[in-house]
């Protein structure tokens, strides 16, 4: 169900706090671009004002955000108004030639927002495990403006840290906090999630070109690598995750750390954006992109022969500032349950276990933590080989996609060579930045997706890497391109038809195995017991009025959420009345459900033996479901052979 009201308050949200961090800051010139200039800063630095909402417990409500999103851009409009500063007029509809490069890059990302959005809503479900983990924190928030996981007295995951929400506390929540005050105005959550998260995804082509064409001082370059980045399978999927967003706002963060060179205002923007990417993702990401920021500072320190101590202060002092969260972290959960639960790839082990074996391990300290900060191990990471980078593949990893295509290869392998032979003198002087920085990206992001394949890693979590290593294989591409169209002419508009073949190629050997990978149906939730239960569900919720109380018999509230309809995951009378649920007869079941407003009793009886085979066997099963059906409580509204839902008398 879309909801247009709530895509306007987003850009209002984002637009607001961008024209409120750069009113006094250069901008561009033209109007088109300015506008996502100020979105692109604007969502960079609403993940940190959201965390730190929530640590001054000021309730996450969509009209708060509104308000200090819109407060400053009224107040400078009434005064300039009350100034005879602005004269209300029809604007020039002139069109510029950077526009037209612009309105490229605009493209690009509606293509890629269809492609992602087309891929999100090919199926009714919610794919994998993390999306439907996603969705209880982003209700959560919808429904209680809080970002802290709450107390409870059911412990139903038998933890110690992550209770019932897996993506608040203490995995930073920003992510799930913008979604959930998305939600409060969209009753539709799997709609906001899965157009907002494509949205967020495309709209990082349009940051990406502004910082490009900064980078690189030429649109056509900027316009390129655009191109070439959209292309990537490797270069995010519409896997519904927080990486969408921290890859994202990467990109405003170094346009901040661009214009921070030369004007130190910018800096406070900069510290910000770095704040909001400690607080968006766990730690290896927002590492990640600190590094290369910092490879990036070093880089153009040396070049430059001037140290950019004022940048680095922004890099750190953003760091610093993101502990408004892991600080209040720390003191929840303590140093050694903190420091073991981010050192547990999958986060379900018991933090003050995974912490005292990590120190059993190793006296030296130092060397225990960098070993757990480059760690090569990952829930999807392998030591990979050539057909990995060289051939893009139209089935790929849903959550991390690989590989980069024929023709880009070739491209990146032929602009890295011809970026060291052609500037061999040149590499590191000023004019020529950006290159020795794409270099040494390259190097870095190269190396530490191979963290398996070398014996020494330098980053956390290889699979994760393939996103950023898509950057500066975009940049170095363009550079190959450009060593095609400097071959001596030989036929008439050469020159183009060079360009049109490389950009066939990339379309045929990388665009093309992205697009199929991203519009193919893509598995869900382990929580299913059957290959047709999702779609059956799916059929079934969708029937119903959004946030409709229904309660599953088996114990998956996640679901429910997920579909669209209600049932509170985090609430501590219905877990433990879970607990015993195979206990309780029919009538003990229909007094609850009343008790509780539920609208529907849902049974489904692949996945209730799956969840209860170890209290049922399928005669005790069948016979539960045969007094349900008996009892005149309940009463049959939809039966199907995998799912059967009862109206509750």
């Not at 850009?11 to 561009?28: C, D, E, M, R």
């Not at 200090?68 to 851009?73: D, E, G, Q, T, Y």
């Not at 170890?614 to 409580?633: C, I, P, V």
Request: proline share 4%; with cysteine; glycine share 6%.
């Amino acid at each position: 169900m879309i909801s247009f009201i709530t895509i306007i308050l987003f850009f209002v949200y984002i637009w607001g706090l961008g024209y409120t961090a750069t009113h006094a800051l250069s901008k561009p010139e033209s109007a088109l671009e300015r506008f996502f200039f100020r979105c692109g800063i604007g969502l960079a630095i609403l993940p940190i004002l959201v965390v730190l909402m929530n640590t001054l417990r000021v309730p996450l409500d969509w009209k708060i955000v509104l308000l200090l999103s819109v407060a400053f851009p009224i107040y400078n409009l009434v005064q300039r108004v009350r100034k005879k500063e602005i004269v209300f007029a029809m604007p020039a509809l002139a069109i510029r030639k950077s526009d037209m490069f612009f309105l490229g890059v605009i493209l690009i990302a509606l293509v890629s927002l269809y492609v992602y959005a087309s891929g999100a809503f090919a199926y009714p479900y919610l794919e994998n495990e993390d999306p439907w983990g996603h969705s209880v924190g982003i209700k959560y928030v919808a429904v209680e403006k809080d970002g802290y996981e709450p107390p409870v007295n059911v412990n139903v995951r038998q933890r110690k840290i992550d209770h019932v929400l897996s993506y608040i506390d203490p995995y930073p929540p920003a992510y799930d906090i913008i979604l959930g005050i998305l939600h409060q105005t969209s009753q539709d959550i799997q709609w906001t999630m899965k157009f907002f998260n494509a949205l967020i995804i495309s709209l990082g082509f349009i940051f990406f070109y502004m910082f490009a064409e900064i980078f690189t001082k030429s649109r056509m370059k900027a316009l390129g690598a655009t191109f070439i980045l959209a292309a990537l399978p490797s270069y995010l999927s519409h896997f519904i995750w927080a990486h969408a967003l921290g890859m994202t706002i990467f990109f405003p963060a170094l346009i901040a750390f661009e214009r921070g060179r030369e004007d130190r205002r910018w800096l406070v923007v900069a510290g910000l954006i770095v704040a909001s990417l400690w607080v968006t993702q766990n730690v290896e990401q927002p590492l990640k992109a600190s590094t290369l920021i910092f490879i990036y500072l070093a880089v153009s320190s040396i070049i430059y022969r001037k140290a950019e101590w004022y940048c680095f202060a922004a890099l750190f002092g953003g760091f610093l500032f993101s502990f408004v969260w892991w600080g209040a972290m720390i003191l929840k959960y303590g140093l050694k349950g903190f420091l073991g639960y981010f050192g547990v790839e999958s986060g379900a082990e018991v933090a003050e276990v995974a912490a005292t074996e990590a120190a059993a391990k190793s006296s030296n300290f130092i060397a225990s933590f960098y070993k757990a900060l480059t760690n090569p191990g990952g829930t999807a990471s392998r030591a990979y080989g050539f057909d990995d980078f060289f051939f893009a593949q139209h089935n790929n990893m849903i959550n991390a996609p690989i590989g980069i295509g024929i023709v880009v290869s070739l491209l990146v392998l032929i602009g890295a060579v011809y970026l060291l032979v052609r500037y061999r003198k040149q590499i590191v002087t000023p004019d020529n930045t950006w290159r020795a920085v794409a270099l040494f990206w390259l190097i870095y992001l190269f190396w530490g997706v191979n963290g398996q394949t070398f014996h020494f890693s330098v980053a956390r979590g290889p699979f994760r890497i393939w996103m950023f290593l898509a950057i500066p294989v975009a940049l170095i591409a363009v550079e190959g391109m450009e060593f095609f169209t400097r071959l001596p002419k030989l036929i008439p508009f050469q020159k183009y038809a060079i360009v049109a073949v490389l950009l066939v190629g990339v379309l045929l050997t990388s665009a093309h195995q992205k697009y199929s990978a991203n519009t193919a149906q893509w598995p869900t939730s382990g929580a299913f017991a059957h290959p047709q239960e999702p779609f059956a569900f799916g059929e079934w919720y969708r029937s119903l009025e959004p946030n409709t109380k229904v309660f599953l018999y088996s114990p998956r509230d996640k679901l429910t959420i997920g579909y669209g309809a209600w049932s509170c995951e985090w609430c501590d009378d219905i877990n433990l009345f879970r607990k015993e649920i195979t206990n309780k007869s029919a009538s003990e079941v229909h007094a609850f459900l009343k008790q509780n407003e539920y609208d529907y009793f849902v049974i489904a009886p692949y996945m209730d033996f799956k969840h209860f085979d170890d209290r049922l066997n399928e005669t005790q099963l069948l016979g539960k479901y045969n007094e349900f059906a008996g009892s005149g409580l309940f009463t049959p509204v939809h039966q199907h052979e995998l799912i059967i839902a009862f109206a509750v008398n």
